[in-house]
């Protein structure tokens, strides 16, 4: 039976029909080691696992705590049918996820998706590369562990955010390729709100508003473009501006 795994959005764990309970899951601290070990292709040592999951706030409990909630997460994927004992390992001081090999992982999918659509377009099948950008933009722009802060998270969540910039990069060039002028708009001011600062995504906002014979939406998105550089990062006075835009 398939097992699916989605870390982005609404963390779930499916194994055919049956679907981990959230109380199996074991709240914060059980979502956070089911992430990390999911997302690492090595095991990890404990040591580092409860500093990734406690930080500065680390409790005098946290061993206890440590074994306690993967115990419960063994429980909770015996409840759904999987082999928790082969799955959640924990030998040699260090604890590791040794997931199925048909196991879909979503974040993994995005990964291999863009960089499939990549390589689709590179080789001119843009109908493969439309789909495999748009699979892996879906994955990537649902938030990762939503509420929770940590240095490795953060880190997650910056590979989630270039790779949500190259989906959207490639789908802008796909959706103009396809004669699809609107979709491509909407995704070129979508990578400019992820990356304000981006070169590549203000032209291709004025790309793409020059495809729809719109040259005064072309130059005002400009405009805003080069007004934020130097409000934001302070690159000119208000003569310089005026003289640049």
């Known amino acids: 039976m398939e097992v699916r795994v989605n870390l982005a959005g609404t963390f779930s764990i499916r194994h055919g029909e049956q ?4 109380g199996d899951m074991s709240g914060v601290i059980g979502r956070m080691i089911l992430t990390n070990l999911s997302l690492s292709l090595d095991a990890i040592p404990r040591d580092v696992l409860i500093d990734n999951l406690w930080e500065e706030n680390l409790p005098s409990t946290a061993e206890s705590v440590l074994n306690a909630t993967c115990s419960r997460l063994r429980r909770g994927l015996a409840n759904i049918a999987l082999p928790s004992k082969d799955l959640l390992i924990s030998t040699g001081g260090s604890l590791q996820l040794r997931w199925p090999s048909h196991v879909h992982i979503d974040i993994r999918t995005a990964v291999r998706s863009i960089d499939d659509a990549e390589g689709s377009y590179r080789r ?3 109908d493969r590369a439309l789909r495999q950008a748009t699979v892996a933009y879906v994955i990537v722009r649902r938030p990762l562990l939503p509420g929770i802060e940590r240095e490795w998270i953060t880190r997650e969540r910056l590979n989630l955010a270039q790779i949500m910039e190259r989906s959207l990069d490639l789908l802008i060039d796909l959706w103009a390729t396809r004669g699809d002028t609107r979709s491509s708009l909407l995704m070129a001011h979508k990578l400019l709100k992820l990356n304000p600062y981006s070169e590549v995504a203000i ?4 790309r793409s508003h020059m495809a729809f ?13 080069k007004a934020t550089l130097a409000k934001d990062l302070e690159l000119f006075d ?5 003289d640049f835009v």
């Open 238 to 242: 208000n003569r310089t501006l005026a």
């Open 203 to 206: 032209r291709k906002v004025m």
């Open 19 to 22: 679907y981990m309970s959230h």
């Open 124 to 126: 001119g099948n843009v």
């Open 213 to 225: 014979g719109d040259k005064p939406a072309a130059a005002k998105a400009l405009a805003d473009w």
